[in-house]
T-cell receptor, first 114, second 113 residues
Framework: DSGVTQTPKHLITATGQRVTLRCSPR?????VYWYQQSLDQGLQFLIQ???????AKGNILERFSAQQFPDLHSELNLSSLELGDSALYFC?????????????FGPGTRLLVL | LAKTTQPISMDSYEGQEVNITCSHN???????ITWYQQFPSQGPRFIIQ?????VTNEVASLFIPADRKSSTLSLPRVSLSDTAVYYC??????????????WGAGTKLIIKP
């Protein structure tokens, strides 16, 4: 157990709909990352937040957005869903060891768009 | 951004030592090398991290030669439960070399009985 929690575990929805994925980082971790992993693919970085502020952005679609709240939990909003958005969505929080950050991943949310 | 190159897949047998090598020719002075393990439908899990020479923890060893252009993850006496995808990343996790944002395909390790 990494200490990072994600809800829901599974989500089934239809094309055109909007969903919200939630992530609670490990206690004390200020940084939250969101990733998308399609079937048998590598991890695609979407976005990073640090203490409530957006810090880095990857190949996140305009239909997707995220935020980090004062209690440090984060939400990823996916709208106008398409079949191709079906994937595992992971969130990770990070801790710094000296000069380097190490990420701790949650169990993921499996999204299926029908 | 530093790039890494790993074998796409490897096979081995229970009880054997497995070595997975990662090439990172463009590694920068401040970059660290980190390995993660991912089981199907689970998030990656941190295995080991190092800067130079050898690092060992309870699950693996990491060998880094003097030029740091490659690194080798060594898993001693593997078991079936070590079947997973292993990712090598380089960088310091901040600024322009925020390596943790670029994940390659990793090495799919299959352990046979």
């Amino acid at each position: 157990d990494s200490g990072v929690t994600q809800t829901p575990k599974h989500l089934i929805t239809a094309t055109g709909q909007r969903v919200t994925l939630r992530c609670s980082p490990r206690s004390g971790d200020l940084s939250v990352y969101w990733y998308q992993q399609s079937l048998d693919q590598g991890l695609q970085f979407l976005i990073q937040y640090y203490n409530g502020e957006e810090r880095a952005k990857g190949n996140i679609l305009e239909r997707f957005s995220a935020q980090q709240f004062p209690d440090l939990h984060s939400e990823l909003n996916l709208s106008s869903l398409e079949l191709g958005d079906s994937a595992l969505y992971f969130c990770a929080s990070s801790v710094r060891h000296g000069r380097v950050e190490t990420q701790y991943f949650g169990p993921g949310t499996r999204l299926l768009v029908l | 951004l530093a790039k890494t190159t790993q074998p796409i897949s490897m096979d081995s047998y229970e009880g054997q030592e497995v070595n997975i090598t990662c090439s990172h020719n463009n590694i920068a002075t401040n970059d660290y090398i980190t390995w993660y393990q991912q089981f199907p439908s689970q998030g990656p899990r941190f295995i080991i991290q190092g800067y130079k020479t050898k690092v060992t923890n309870e699950v693996a060893s990491l060998f880094i030669p003097a030029d740091r252009k490659s690194s080798t993850l060594s898993l001693p006496r593997v078991s079936l439960s070590d079947t997973a995808v292993y990712y090598c990343l380089v960088g310091d996790g901040k600024g322009d070399s925020n390596y943790q944002l670029i994940w390659g395909a990793g090495t799919k390790l299959i352990i046979k009985p």
